[in-house]
């Protein structure tokens, strides 16, 4: 699936909103970039968090606006993760923005 160029503004203006970090510099530091939950698929409201999966980064400072789960890559190769719901559910529903999740083809 893949966003309209107003929808990926909506989730950036969102980040930066909550963020201490500009999205160049936070897409800078990271190989991939996935949302999901509620942002994914358009259905947030004005207090749902914005789930990010990002790999190879990791801010010093979380927002409660903002769910970042930050892995190096190869965590995303183990078989913790590989066999994880979570990483499940991200296979099947989230939108890269970043990358293209070679991962996902394993994920058990």
Aim: with cysteine; hydrophobic share 40%.
């Amino acid at each position: 699936m893949t966003l309209s160029k107003q929808r990926l503004n909506q989730i950036i203006e969102s980040f930066e909103k909550h963020s201490e970090i500009s999205w160049s510099d936070f897409s800078a530091q990271c190989s991939e970039i996935v949302v999901f939950g509620s942002w994914s698929i358009g259905r947030e409201k004005a207090q749902s968090d914005l789930d990010l999966l990002c790999v190879g980064f990791s801010p010093a400072k979380a927002s409660p606006k903002i769910d970042l789960l930050c892995y190096p890559q190869g965590f995303l190769l183990t078989q913790t993760w590989l066999t994880s719901e979570l990483a499940n559910h991200i296979a099947e529903y989230g939108v890269w923005l970043k990358g293209i999740g070679e991962w996902r083809n394993s994920v058990q």
